[in-house]
């Protein structure tokens, strides 16, 4: 079982909709990173929350550490939001990051 | 400022060669991390550098495979007797190192996509 889990693996919307992106760890943490991977390959950090919530423009983040639970979430999504979006933690041994496997969303117009 | 960047933007080399790949960092950033996104898969930590620190190199697949951090600043990833599984893209990241363990975003480099023929 990998350390870090996402789903779900590909999910496809239509521009407007409400879009949720989970994570799930099985390690203790002192972060956890949501990234945003576009064709192409760049990579860039969206979020990175050790506790609560955050949100930056459309976009909400939250996590439970009890639960070891993730959330990322989009309000009205735009095609432009069509990328892979992949959670990271880093271990409470350094701050090398963790991967998950990713979540390639498609939003059509 | 200038973000992160790597050289070359992409390598086609013959199995068997060594291959060197660089990484500039943000400047006065003191963390610098490698990682790996072989075709398909998940991306994989390869190694990491804090300050004078002795790198974490527990994610180096093999031997072969090798780094240096010259100066606090730039990077080099040196691939020895490639292997066609060594294809991939490698990233490259820094961070400012200030916050203490994980606590810091990584800002990523465009990559190197590594062909071995």
């Known amino acids: 079982k990998n350390e870090v889990e996402q789903s779900p693996q590909n999910l496809t919307a239509q521009e407007g909709e409400f879009i949720t992106i989970n994570c799930s760890y099985s390690v203790g943490i002192s972060a956890l990173h949501w990234l945003q991977q576009h064709p192409g390959g760049g990579i860039v950090s969206l979020f990175m929350?050790?506790?609560g919530k955050k949100k930056h423009g459309r976009l909400i983040a939250t996590i439970n550490i009890q639960e070891k639970h993730s959330s990322l979430h989009i309000t009205a999504s735009h095609p432009r939001d069509s990328a892979v979006y992949i959670c990271a933690v880093s271990s409470l041994r350094g701050s090398r990051l963790t991967f998950g496997e990713g979540t390639q969303l498609t939003v059509n117009p | 400022g200038a973000g992160v960047s790597q050289s070359p933007s992409n390598k086609v080399t013959e199995k068997g060669k060594d291959v060197e790949l660089r990484c500039d960092p943000i400047s006065g950033h003191t963390a610098l991390y490698w990682y790996r996104q072989s075709l398909g898969q998940g991306l994989e930590f390869l190694i990491y550098f804090q300050g004078n620190s002795a790198p974490d190199k527990s994610g180096l697949p093999s031997d072969r495979f090798s780094a240096e951090r010259t100066g606090g600043s730039v990077s080099t990833l040196t691939i020895q007797r490639t292997q066609q599984e060594d294809s991939a893209v490698y990233l490259c990241?820094?961070?400012?190192?200030?916050?203490?363990?994980?606590?810091?975003?990584?800002?990523f480099g465009p990559g190197t996509r590594l062909t071995v023929l």
């Open positions: 929350l050790s506790s």
């Open positions: 990241a820094s961070s400012p190192g200030t916050s203490g363990s994980g606590m810091d975003t990584q800002y």
